[in-house]
């Protein structure tokens, strides 16, 4: 593509079997999870692109807060897999609109069904992540009640992008809210649902990223 390349066989170090194995076992789990992520989404039409939008965002997040590639690999996984486990909710769950009580405690099961799913992967830290991600910066989330730094940093990102992808969802509430109105309703959960610091970081990020690249790039089929 319009660019040349001067050969130097002292910058070329070749790689080892267990470095090409590894390799292929991250392209494998990373296949696994897209394809996962890509059922659970397919399940729900409103619910279509959501696990590859907080992907994308849990990656520019990760990106600013200057974490290295295979932690930030991993947060993208766990992103794409976070809701996983509704593949094992019935549709009357999945899809009401009004839950009642005992709809809302299957629907919130999602997260330990998804975390018993992901620890097949191998992969460390996702399962933690997932199964905390619906937890809350003052403990009033779920399954565990952490509160504060106890709820792992990754999923407070992925926290932070789950919310803002479904408030700007015109297939879950019938309208498409902007930007900046999701924004400020994440300002009002700093230090109750959110993280203070992390939730300011957020609001920066997405606040100035003209495009959050939300692309079919990688559609199972």
Same mark, same amino acid.
Request: proline content about 2%; glycine content about 8%.
């Given at each position: 593509?319009?660019?040349?390349?001067?050969?130097?066989?002292?910058?070329?170090?070749?790689?080892?079997?267990?470095?090409? !194995?590894?390799?292929?076992?991250?392209? +494998? #789990?990373?296949?696994?999870? &897209?394809? $996962?992520?890509? /059922?659970?989404?397919?399940?729900?039409?409103?619910?279509?692109?959501?696990?590859?939008?907080?992907?994308?965002?849990?990656?520019?997040?990760?990106?600013?807060?200057?974490?290295?590639?295979?932690?930030?690999?991993?947060?993208?996984?766990?992103?794409?897999?976070?809701?996983?486990?509704?593949?094992? !909710?019935?549709?009357?769950?999945?899809? +009401? #609109?009004?839950?009642?009580? &005992?709809? $809302?405690?299957? /629907?919130?099961?999602?997260?330990?069904?998804?975390?018993?799913?992901?620890?097949?992967?191998?992969?460390?830290?996702?399962?933690?992540?997932?199964?905390?991600?619906?937890?809350?910066?003052?403990?009033?989330?779920?399954?565990?009640?952490?509160?504060?730094?106890?709820?792992?940093?990754?999923?407070?990102?992925?926290?932070?992008?789950?919310?803002?992808?479904?408030?700007?969802?015109?297939?879950?509430?019938?309208?498409?809210?902007?930007?900046?109105?999701?924004?400020?309703?994440?300002?009002?959960?700093?230090?109750?649902?959110?993280?203070?610091?992390?939730?300011?970081?957020?609001?920066?990020?997405?606040?100035?990223?003209?495009?959050?690249?939300?692309?079919?790039?990688?559609?199972?089929?």
């Amino acid at each position: 593509k319009n660019r040349a390349v001067q050969y130097d066989k002292h910058m070329v170090h070749a790689l080892d079997v267990e470095e090409r !194995l590894r390799i292929r076992e991250r392209e +494998s #789990h990373l296949g696994i999870a &897209r394809a $996962l992520a890509a /059922a659970v989404d397919a399940r729900d039409s409103r619910n279509y692109y959501h696990s590859r939008n907080v992907a994308s965002l849990a990656s520019l997040v990760c990106d600013e807060l200057g974490f290295d590639e295979d932690r930030s690999r991993r947060v993208e996984s766990a992103a794409m897999l976070h809701d996983v486990g509704k593949i094992a !909710l019935s549709d009357e769950v999945l899809q +009401s #609109h009004r839950r009642s009580p &005992r709809q $809302l405690r299957l /629907a919130r099961e999602h997260v330990t069904l998804g975390e018993t799913l992901v620890e097949s992967l191998g992969e460390s830290g996702i399962p933690l992540w997932v199964r905390s991600h619906h937890e809350r910066w003052d403990g009033s989330g779920y399954p565990d009640g952490l509160a504060g730094e106890s709820i792992p940093l990754e999923a407070r990102i992925i926290a932070l992008a789950d919310a803002y992808d479904t408030m700007t969802s015109s297939r879950r509430f019938g309208r498409q809210a902007s930007k900046g109105a999701v924004l400020q309703e994440i300002d009002h959960g700093i230090g109750s649902r959110f993280d203070p610091a992390l939730a300011e970081t957020f609001i920066h990020v997405v606040g100035t990223t003209a495009s959050l690249g939300w692309v079919d790039d990688w559609a199972v089929v």
